[in-house]
């Protein structure tokens, strides 16, 4: 195996490749007895350790059924990984909306939430203009219930991880004829 240090990768035949700099965020005694432990264990600086264990992930990625495969996997499938936090999900009250800053109504939260669950920026957007037009042109209850004014937006962004196809037409008519005013009968279905 070459030395993770002279910048070689395990598929570049030997010869030279670009290298990437890592930054590490952890306490300084994390780090202080993470280096203690390498030096004690490998005899090398924590840095070439790090670097080992990149290159090992490297090599368990090409070479399924090696070693590093075999070892790598098996450290990372049982390490007890940190969640992410969850973004917490909107509140869409109607109540709520007189008073609110630029940028922190009731759907720009629902946006915002919409972008980190998945769904595409466009999208995102055209919901967000959905719901706060069903408030400022006050349309009928249904339609302020279709577009999340009593489930905080949740039937919307189930249909717009669904269907997103379906959740663009849908909610651009809407737009289109405000909130379906004028027309025989307004479609409950989601």
Not at 26 to 52: D, F, H, K
């Amino acid at each position: 195996m070459k030395n993770c240090h002279e910048n070689f990768s395990p598929e570049d035949g030997g010869e030279p490749v670009e290298v990437v700099t890592l930054r590490v965020t952890v306490p300084v005694t994390t780090w202080q007895r993470a280096g203690q432990l390498a030096r004690g264990s490998a005899r090398r600086p924590l840095e070439i350790v790090l670097a080992a264990l990149v290159n090992d992930l490297a090599v368990a990625q090409v070479r399924s059924g090696s070693w590093e495969y075999e070892r790598v996997t098996s450290w990372l499938g049982s390490h007890v990984w940190e969640s992410e936090p969850k973004a917490a999900a909107p509140r869409l009250r109607r109540d709520e909306v007189l008073g609110c800053a630029p940028g922190a109504y009731p759907w720009d939260g629902w946006e915002k939430f919409a972008l980190t669950q998945g769904v595409p920026a466009d999208l995102a957007a055209l919901g967000r203009a959905v719901i706060r037009e069903a408030w400022q042109h006050g349309w009928e209850e249904v339609m302020c219930a279709l577009c999340g004014w009593r489930d905080d937006g949740g039937r919307m962004l189930d249909l717009a991880l669904r269907d997103p196809v379906l959740a663009e037409m849908r909610w651009s008519h809407w737009l289109e004829t405000d909130g379906g005013r004028g027309e025989a009968e307004i479609d409950p279905t989601p």
